[in-house]
Structures are given as structure tokens and as C-alpha cells.
């Protein structure tokens, strides 16, 4: 009876926090949703020292910078300009088999 009992209270303890936390999340969503897009958001986020949101803008820069011509131009190492670096094919690798082992 006791166990009954307590799983019940139980029931009832966790479905009042899913309420509170239902109605928190929908705060959150109308607070956010009227002043600020995500980006703003982050930043904000980001100013109180959150480092999650620092975590994020770097991976939202990173993905800009990415995307944009002047890094899909780039070799893959910044400095001197030497020569250009060719292009890697299947077709130019040599692989020889030793059977002594």
C-alpha cells in the first residue's frame, strides 16, 4: 500500500514540474520571439558570459567564413605565395607490396 502510495505522490510531483517547466518554456519562447532572432540572442548571451553562446557564435563565424569565395579560394595554408598546390589523384599514388613479412 505504501509503495502504491508513494509512486503515486511521485506521479503527481513530476507532472507538476512538467507543468512549470512547460509554462517556462513558453515565456521563454514569447520573451525571445518579440525582441530578438537567434544570432541577437547569442550575443546577448554571449556579453553575460554564457560559454555556450560564445561556443556557438564561434561555430556560427566559423560557417560563414567557410562559406564565403575568399576561403574556398585558399589553398589550405595562409602565408607566401610559393606555387600553387596540385591536386592529389588516385591515380598518382605508387604503393608497393613487400610478401617477406
Known sequence: MS???F???AAQRREEL???QALERRAL???VRRSLDWRAWLEKQAEQGDEAA???LRGLRYREQRKSKR???QD???GEELDPLRK???ATVHAEVDHKC
Open 88 to 90: 592529389l589523384t588516385v
Open 76 to 78: 589550405g595554408i595562409e
Open 18 to 20: 512538467q507543468k512549470r
Open 54 to 56: 560564445k561556443a556557438a
Open 71 to 73: 576561403y574556398q579560394e
Open 3 to 5: 509503495q502504491s502510495l
Open 7 to 9: 509512486a503515486y505522490r
Open 29 to 31: 519562447a514569447v520573451e
